[in-house]
């Protein structure tokens, strides 16, 4: 079973640093992170500044397509 690439926030860390560290030279990668993590987004809102938790999981890729595989 394939998994997403996450990581944890490092001490210090927003969805901004999160973004420049993990997708360098992507335009709107904050954006995007909110959009995979829409548990942060909501949490978060429209403060993106402000530092996430460490104990939080931040999803660096989309999501995956669903399995070929699975039962239909």
Partial sequence: MAARRYVHPRPGDDLASIAERELPGVEGAADQLLSWNLPLA???????????????LVFVEPPLPPSSSAPT
């Fill in 42 to 56: 909501a949490r978060l809102g429209t403060k993106r500044s402000a530092s996430v938790l460490p104990s939080d």
